[in-house]
Structures are given as structure tokens and as C-alpha cells.
């Protein structure tokens, strides 16, 4: 027994100084983890401050750096109207090319007598595909296109499955959601590589960062967006253009600020007016962002959480709503 005794005990000195290795190792492997994560907070944060304040302080002349029009393609209604006047305050002609001529109308009408520009509309349904782009091209040909805002979404009611969307809708979203885009951009970007100044402004969602079954096409489309936007931005980067993509998040387009539930969800769902506003100054400071600093904030927490927990509690949440409306 004390001979067993005898032999453990150098045996225990050898396993604590081995211990103690590894407890070196360890700290060190906690130093540069924390250190790491310092860092890159650090780095996000004077990132967002560059984007979303020193943008603000420094905001060029759009007129001088881009060109004297902003086209809206597919985006009417508050949200086209906030961006409308953001471009309109900033001096610039405005043309609007969406499906409700009325509205298209309405918004143009005003901002040209509040802001004293020029503005112009062209009813287009993105959804018949190729044959209206010679149109648009002709009307845009000619002009001194500063900035493009894509935006057109075609969107359906959520269907627990696929079959029930019609041929119509589905194709009707791959024209104006996917088609409209590069489209669009391709009748631009010659008139801006020879001024070597513009910006195409493509807007997507937070939606496309994740996977939302159910939702099928929608979703997906955005992320399309997201990354054929992305890649523009790489084969324009030398040619004076700027390509941005906007991962929109919640937006209110209630009409009365007032409307809003309370102060805490104006800050998280802010008018279209402030998005437009924050949105807007983040042009030429960021090929991709929210557009404002609140939801890039909720982006970088949800970054944090496993995307298949998200996507398992979205899931869930849809059957839930989904089989309460059937009972
Ligand atoms: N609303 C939000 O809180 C929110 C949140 C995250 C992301 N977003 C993103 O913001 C964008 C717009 O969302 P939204 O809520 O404003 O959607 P929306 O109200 O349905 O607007 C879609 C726009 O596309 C236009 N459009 C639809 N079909 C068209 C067609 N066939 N031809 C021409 N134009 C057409 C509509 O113009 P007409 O009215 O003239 O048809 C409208 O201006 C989307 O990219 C969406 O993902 C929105």
C-alpha cells in the first residue's frame, strides 16, 4: 500500500506542473479570443460612427458627385415619396418609373412645386418582363442620371406551400424582384462609366440574410439582390461608380408619425421619412449596410444567434399563426 502510495504522489507533482502548461495555454488562448472580439467591436463601431455620423457631417453635393437625376424604379407610395424628397432636397430632378401612375403623379407634383425640380414619371409593369425596358431606355437615354434606386418587389400573400402560388405571381416575381434589377442597371451604368460618376442604390432586406420556408420566393429574391448587388460592386470599384446594397429593415409608412404605437418602436420601426433621411446619407460611406444605425444593430446581435434556432422558431411561429387561422 505504501509502496503504491510512494509512486502516485511524483506521479500527481508531474500531472499539476502539466496542468499548469495548459493553463498557460489556456490563458493565452483567452487573451487573444478576447482580444480579437475587442478589436472587432472596436472596429464596428467606429465603422457604424463613419457611416452613420461623420456621413452626416460631411454629406457631399449629390447634384456634383453622381449626376443631376435620381431614377426610382419600382418604388412609389411612402417609402418613394421619402426617397423622392431626400434626392429633391438635395437638388435633384427626379424620375419615377413604377405601376400606379396616380401616386407616381401625386408625389412628383408635390416635391417639384416644394423643392422647384424637375420631375418625370413612366408607368411600367415590371412584370411583363423585356419588352418595357426599350421604353424606360428611351426616356432615360438622354439624361444625366446621378443615382438608380431599385426597388420593384412584386409581393404574395405567405402560403404554407409552394403549389398554391399561381404561374402568374411566380413569374410575375421573377421578372420585377430578380429580372428588374440587372435591367435596370444595365440601362445606366454606360452613361455613367463615361461621366465615370453615379451610384446604383439596389434594395434588399434583412430577409435575404437568412431562410424563411414558407415564404419561398420572396425572400429569396432579396438575397438575389444582395448578391448579384455584391458582385457589381467589385467589377465597378475601379470606375468612379458607387454600388450599394441596402439590407431595408422594418419601416412604418403610416402617414402620421403620431400613429406610431410608441417612442420605443419609432426608434426600431422608424418612419419612411428618417429611413429615406439616414438611409440616403450612407451613399459613397458603405457598399452595404442597413441604412440605419438601429437596424444594423439588431443585425450584428442577430448574427450572433445560430441561424438554424432562428429558423426553427420561425417555423414554428408560422404553424402556430398558419393553423390558428384554419381553426
Ligand atoms: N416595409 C418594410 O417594413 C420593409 C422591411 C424590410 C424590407 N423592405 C424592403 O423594401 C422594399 C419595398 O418594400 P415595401 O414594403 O415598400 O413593398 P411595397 O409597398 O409592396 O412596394 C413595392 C414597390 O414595388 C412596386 N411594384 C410592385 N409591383 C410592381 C410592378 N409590377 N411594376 C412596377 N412596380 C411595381 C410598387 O409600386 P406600385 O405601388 O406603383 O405598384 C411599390 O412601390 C422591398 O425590397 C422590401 O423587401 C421593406
Known amino acids: 500500500m505504501a509502496v503504491a502510495c510512494d509512486s502516485i504522489e511524483p506521479l500527481l507533482q508531474e500531472l499539476v506542473s502539466n496542468l499548469r502548461h495548459v493553463e498557460e495555454v489556456l490563458s493565452f488562448v483567452g487573451i487573444y479570443y478576447i482580444g480579437k472580439l475587442t478589436l472587432s467591436a472596436l472596429y464596428n463601431v467606429l465603422d457604424g460612427m463613419r457611416i452613420h455620423v461623420i456621413s452626416k457631417l460631411f454629406a457631399p453635393k449629390l447634384t456634383q458627385k453622381y449626376g443631376q437625376w435620381a431614377v426610382l424604379a419600382g418604388i412609389n407610395g411612402r417609402i418613394g415619396e421619402a426617397f423622392a424628397t431626400e434626392f429633391a432636397r438635395n437638388g435633384m430632378n427626379i424620375v419615377m418609373l413604377s405601376n400606379s401612375l396616380e401616386e407616381m403623379k401625386k408625389i ?12 418625370e414619371v413612366l408607368q411600367i409593369d415590371f412584370c411583363s418582363g423585356q419588352p418595357v425596358y426599350s421604353n424606360i431606355y428611351n426616356s432615360l437615354n438622354q439624361k444625366d442620371i446621378g443615382i438608380l434606386v431599385n426597388d420593384c418587389r412584386k409581393l404574395v400573400p ?79 470599384r475601379f470606375s468612379g461608380i458607387t454600388i450599394q446594397t441596402l439590407l431595408m429593415g422594418p419601416v412604418s409608412f403610416s402617414a402620421d408619425k403620431k400613429q406610431l404605437s ?13 429611413y429615406a433621411y439616414h438611409a440616403v446619407s450612407t451613399i459613397g460611406y458603405s457598399q452595404i449596410t442597413t441604412g440605419y444605425w438601429v437596424h444594423g444593430v439588431l443585425v450584428w446581435l442577430l448574427k450572433r444567434i445560430p441561424e438554424s434556432l432562428l429558423i426553427w422558431s420561425y417555423v414554428l411561429a408560422f404553424n402556430f399563426k398558419h393553423y390558428q387561422k384554419i381553426d
Open 158 to 236: 405567405d402560403t404554407n406551400n409552394l403549389e398554391n402560388i399561381s404561374d402568374d405571381d411566380l413569374w410575375g416575381m421573377v421578372h420585377a424582384n430578380i429580372g428588374a434589377v440587372p435591367a435596370m442597371a444595365k440601362i445606366v451604368l454606360p452613361g455613367m462609366k463615361e461621366r465615370k460618376r453615379g451610384a446604383i442604390i439596389n434594395i434588399s432586406s434583412i430577409e435575404g440574410c437568412s431562410l424563411f420556408p414558407f415564404r419561398h420566393i420572396n425572400p429569396a429574391t432579396e438575397a438575389f439582390v444582395n448578391s448579384f448587388s455584391r458582385a457589381l460592386d467589385y467589377e465597378c
Open 108 to 119: 412628383t407634383q408635390k416635391i417639384g412645386k416644394e423643392f422647384g425640380v424637375e420631375t
Open 262 to 274: 410608441s417612442f420605443i418602436s419609432s426608434i426600431f420601426i422608424p418612419p419612411a421619412s428618417t
